[in-house]
């Protein structure tokens, strides 16, 4: 069954760190990429960042770029979304997707993890 699941979100103090994970199964990320959106309250999915299949970053939201880091563990089915340097206007729900290509599309992906909340705040 063809599935991605984010966890490891939470609340979080401005300036700490949070690692999100998003396992995936059905699939390989061999041929794949995985793009990570965020919705915060109120506000449209957005597109963050992509991981390549070959190990390289897209960086879709500018505000991220210096503070957040994508990896992957094609052994572990897992793609890690490092968030360092938290502010509060990264509070949102945080989404894997998958896709052939890197694109900032929420209606490009085609399969969607269910999102995990991040919450900066004091």
């Known amino acids: 069954q063809l599935q991605l699941v984010e966890s490891g979100g939470g609340l979080v103090q401005p300036g700490g760190s949070l690692r999100l994970s998003c396992a995936v199964s059905?699939?390989?990320?061999?041929?794949?990429?995985i793009v990570w959106f965020r919705q915060a309250p109120g506000k449209e999915r957005e597109g963050v960042l992509c991981?390549?299949?070959?190990?390289?970053?897209?960086y879709y939201a500018d505000s991220v770029k210096g503070r957040f880091t994508i990896s992957r563990d094609n052994a572990k089915n897992t793609v890690y979304l490092q968030m360092n340097n938290l502010k509060p206007e990264d509070t949102g729900v945080y989404y894997c997707?998958?896709?052939?290509?890197?694109?900032?599309?929420?209606?490009?992906?085609?399969?969607w993890g269910k999102g995990t909340l991040v919450t900066v705040s004091t």
């Open positions: 991981s390549h299949n070959n190990d390289g970053t897209t």
């Open positions: 997707a998958r896709n052939g290509g890197c694109s900032s599309r929420p209606e490009f992906m085609d399969y």
């Open positions: 059905g699939f390989s990320l061999d041929y794949y990429v």
